[in-house]
């Protein structure tokens, strides 16, 4: 890609350099969440195959590698980097994009970040040693971008993973057999339908832990039920037996 050769590439600041990484991370890390909770399924809670899990995340891992080292694979430029208006370009020649064996080796060295952070931190060219290895810098984006889309880039990258982490935990536990017993038993509590006045719904997200180890499960929730007159928070807390049901130890509200 050759740019404008009149412009005087300036480095780019250790601040803004950090920042993108923090975004990228954090995008990244979102879409190997979502990958995740896709791969194995809303009911993953239910009798779990920890063969099969460990089979899916370690697929599921290796993609996010993958993306995490080419994140800079297209015009030297990552979401975090759009962001904050900054991209990598050879050493030698600021006007060409490195290659993305280059931008991958470079990125691969982000393992050690610890590190890399002392190096950058350090170094006067404001390189890391994925840089020096590499033989790239990370210079300001020469083209005028506007704050609006790039802050709204961001803001709405956290409101979706959120978004999907609500959803989603929210759907796996509604859709786990410990919550149908619960629920089963909140609607025949006649103290909590006279509280309540009736029961039209549940809330969007229980909340608590479902955990089954060998067969043997335990299970503590709070439950948002939605009544006619009144809403109130359940607590219910159930076990099971290798190969059986789960069953109501305690319920409390």
């Known amino acids: 890609m050759t740019e404008n050769p009149n412009y005087q590439y300036q480095l780019s600041s250790r601040k803004r350099r950090i920042a993108a990484y923090i975004v990228d991370h954090f995008v990244i890390t979102f879409l190997i969440i979502a990958i995740s909770f896709l791969a194995l399924g809303a009911d993953f809670l239910n009798e779990p195959d920890f063969n099969n899990i460990t089979a899916t995340l370690l697929v599921v891992m290796l993609v996010g590698f993958f993306l995490y080292f ?57 390189k890391r040693l994925g840089d020096n290895i590499a033989k790239t810098v990370v210079v300001k984006n020469p083209n005028k971008l506007s704050k609006t889309p790039r802050i709204l880039a961001l803001i709405g990258t956290f409101i ?26 909140i609607e025949q509590n006649q103290s909590i339908l006279k509280e309540t006045g009736g029961i039209k719904g549940y809330g969007i997200m229980p909340t608590g832990s479902i955990n089954i180890n060998n067969g043997f499960g335990e299970a503590q929730l709070k439950i948002k039920v939605l009544g006619n007159n009144k809403d109130v928070n359940v607590g219910v807390y159930l076990t099971k037996q290798p190969n059986g049901k789960w069953e109501l130890i305690e319920m409390s509200n």
Request: aromatic share 14%.
């Open 70 to 126: 080419g994140k800079d694979s297209i015009k030297g430029i990552s979401i975090g980097k759009w962001i904050f208006r900054i991209m990598v370009r050879d050493e030698e020649n600021p006007e060409v994009v490195p290659s993305f064996g280059k931008l991958f080796i470079r990125n691969i060295f982000l393992i050690i970040w610890p590190i890399e952070f002392i190096v950058l931190a350090s170094s006067d060219g404001k």
């Open 160 to 185: 979706i993973f959120m978004s999907f982490l609500i959803l989603f935990i929210g759907s796996a536990m509604k859709s786990s057999d410990a919550y149908k017993i619960a629920v089963e038993n």
